[in-house]
């Protein structure tokens, strides 16, 4: 499911135009990049929750050459899932 696809379902659940479930969508990505970019965890209770994680440097290998390389250090989002979800998925 893309973006377009996501923001008609919402549009269709919701019972509003997809101007008002993209203006949403956009808010909620808006506001959630937002938060982590603080450092802050987003928790959707029964969905799940995001949170940003260091992710130190470390030695890897140049696939084509093989010669060794050292990836540098940085942030990752990760997404935990909540219970309600993984138990619809399964």
Known sequence: ???AELVEAMAENAGISKADAKR???????TTSGA???????????FGS????????????NP???KE????AKKVVKFK?????SDKVK
């Open 36 to 46: 982590l970019k603080k450092g802050d965890r987003v928790a959707l209770v029964g």
């Open 1 to 3: 499911m893309n973006k």
């Open 81 to 85: 899932p909540g219970a309600e979800l």
């Open 24 to 30: 949403a969508l956009d808010a909620f990505i808006d």
């Open 50 to 61: 995001f949170s940003v994680s260091e992710r130190s440097a470390r030695k890897g290998r």
């Open 64 to 66: 084509q050459t093989g």
């Open 69 to 72: 390389i050292t990836i540098k």
